[in-house]
């Protein structure tokens, strides 16, 4: 029994077996299979075989037809290499005696090749190991592939194990069977964790060397409340685990009673407590658990789960689909929040130094005005069915916020030319979270309809953590007194030209934050749907004098530690017990 550490990023327990995740571009750990699963390992090794050889084909194909015959004759080599019992034979070889995966017995193997040629004292042999490793990144590229796409068809539920995941990955899998996910790279606001959470499972990221030791069908504990994973628990630990998780359950259910109840203050104070949402079909969950609507709807989640750009047609019916299912209820659509650590496929094939401060958000959408056009266009179609509010994200500047509503107010005129039904006063806001936003919001606040304020990012920006690097985990906090103190102008700034000003990001699910959000002024609060029910418990437990008083408190601290220590003593006087079962802040 091992246990590995990491970041708590998605509430729950999950106890069952792994399935492991390789990536390709990463070295390649030996991990042993199952009997079983040898089978498997073969059939996996000739399919990749298979595509490396039609890959090849087409290459030769295509090179002999522009370069020549003597120019694709050297693909002859790679193919012939992909069908010599030679190199073939050990490979196989080793799946079935040494029980290993398809990718390692290949790198094994092709590496071992390499190393013959690059001996050998002939210049024509060494050449050729560049061309062995070529092959073998191919083929081991291929059973990854295959292996990403046996995730999205999973045939036993499972916890995933990878060294990482991209949001394409996450919302790509197979829901009804993966039930938790472990990373050994990752923050506590990365999108792998905020799909996590959308999903209701268990996710902990940052685990450090998790992966290489894990294999498919090993057993695991995924514990996302203590951040913790556990391989191989011995009888008395799964025990423990099990207890803990029908604690759980039953705590949830007493949670789940509050949703017909209002999120209103012993003194009065009325909170609205909306969902964030990735997909439509999270607003049953929203629904069910007693929110009031929709305060963020990210909408990159529709680019990263295809590989072209999604039509008008794709977008409306998406955005359709949301305002039938809330049923009168609002909905706040983010426009395209691309970049960063969200990529499409084109943006994948040309990274940039440093995307966090690069070409991302509003800044993509006004460098690729048609694709924003078309996204524009089928949220304000939407607008004409129900109560719908744009939002766009990262805006630094007023350039930018005049240059995007230009846009929308453009789009209009063209479909009214076209006798297309929208709302003409549909609320354009913006998120608040950069520094710049955030000190400038009295300027905002006369040019856009309301405010949102993105902790993720804005935290991110005014502490230079990157949110997604396990390593500086400890020092993304949002109670530092220099993030209070800007959340607390944004919300100054918006009372004083009177429009709505929410907090979406996901720290005001954490119940310490919501406090201080409230006690700065905030009477809406969009989290994921499972915060919903525990904040309803904390506000109708609260006055809101109280929250004011202890806001007035945190943000005189010099620092986010001493913050943070007087909210979990606060918070304890407040609930005895603040998380349920397992205790903590």
């Not at 959308?198 to 504990?221: K, R």
């Not at 846009?407 to 479909?415: C, I």
């Not at 601290?557 to 349920?580: H, N, T, W």
Request: hydrophobic residues 40%; negative net charge.
């Amino acid at each position: 029994m091992e246990t590995y550490y990491g970041i708590a990023v998605s509430p729950g327990i999950f106890i069952g077996p792994a399935f492991v995740l390789d990536d390709a571009r990463r070295s390649i750990p030996r991990r042993h299979v199952p009997a079983a699963g040898v089978t498997r390992q073969l059939e996996r090794l000739e399919r990749a075989l298979v595509k490396s050889v039609d890959d090849l084909s087409r290459v030769q194909a295509d090179v002999a037809s522009s370069l020549g015959k003597d120019a694709a004759a050297i693909f002859g080599f790679h193919i012939g290499m992909l069908s010599d019992e030679a190199v073939l034979g050990p490979i196989r070889d080793m799946i079935q005696s040494d029980r290993t995966t398809a990718e390692y017995a290949a790198h094994r193997v092709f590496g071992e090749w390499a190393e013959r040629f690059g001996a050998m004292p002939d210049d024509s042999f060494r050449t050729k190991v560049t061309d062995l490793n070529d092959l073998s990144a191919r083929v081991i590229s291929h059973l990854a592939g295959d292996r990403a796409d046996r995730l999205q068809h999973l045939d036993y539920s499972a916890g995933v194990v990878a060294t990482e995941l991209t949001p394409s990955q996450t919302v790509a899998f197979d829901r009804e069977h993966v039930h938790a996910l472990a990373t050994d790279f990752g923050g506590l606001t990365s999108h792998m964790s905020i799909v996590a959470r959308a999903l209701g499972i268990p996710a902990v990221v940052g685990c450090g060397a998790l992966s290489p030791n894990v294999t498919d069908e090993t057993m695991l504990v995924i514990d996302g409340d203590e951040g913790l994973v556990v391989v191989d628990p011995d009888e008395q630990t799964l025990a423990d685990f099990e207890r803990e998780r029908e604690q759980r359950r039953v705590y949830q259910l007493s949670l789940n009673e509050l949703a017909e109840l209002e999120a209103v203050t012993t003194d009065g104070v009325r909170i609205e407590l909306h969902g964030n949402i990735e997909f439509p079909d999270e607003i049953s969950d929203i629904i069910e658990k007693g929110g009031l609507g929709v305060g963020l709807y990210r909408t990159e989640f529709l680019y990263l789960t295809r590989e072209r750009e999604p039509t008008e047609t794709e977008h409306f019916e998406a955005y359709k689909k949301c305002v039938e299912l809330l049923d009168g209820r609002p909905l706040t659509i983010r426009t395209v929040d691309l970049g960063a650590d969200k990529y499409t496929q084109s943006q994948a094939e040309n990274p940039e130094r440093n995307p966090f401060l690069g070409l991302r958000s509003i800044r993509y959408c006004l460098k690729n005005i048609p694709m924003f056009k078309t996204q524009l266009r089928a949220i304000l179609r939407a607008s004409a069915l129900g109560p719908v509010r744009m939002m766009f994200p990262l805006i630094t500047s007023l350039s930018e916020l005049r240059q995007a509503r230009y846009l929308v107010h453009d789009v209009m005129e063209d479909l009214a030319e076209e006798g297309v039904a929208f709302d003409r006063n549909v609320p354009m806001g913006m998120m608040v979270e950069v520094p710049s936003a955030a000190i400038q919001s009295a300027a905002f606040a006369r040019e856009a309809d309301f405010f949102s304020v993105g902790t993720n990012d804005l935290v991110q920006y005014t502490l230079a953590v990157d949110r997604t690097n396990e390593r500086v985990a400890g020092l993304f906090n949002p109670q530092h007194p220099a993030v209070l103190k800007l959340i607390r102008d944004v919300v100054r700034s918006a009372r004083r030209r009177d429009i709505p000003v929410s907090c979406c990001g996901e720290s005001a699910g954490s119940l310490g934050f919501s406090l201080l959000l409230v006690g700065l002024g905030l009477r809406t609060l969009s989290v994921p749907s499972g915060g919903i029910p525990r904040l309803k418990r904390l506000f109708r437990s609260v006055d809101g004098t109280t929250c004011e008083r202890i806001a007035r408190r945190a943000i005189s601290f010099d620092s986010d530690i001493e913050v943070s220590a007087y909210l979990r003593d606060q918070l304890r006087k407040l609930l005895p017990d603040p998380q349920g079962p397992r205790g903590g802040v």
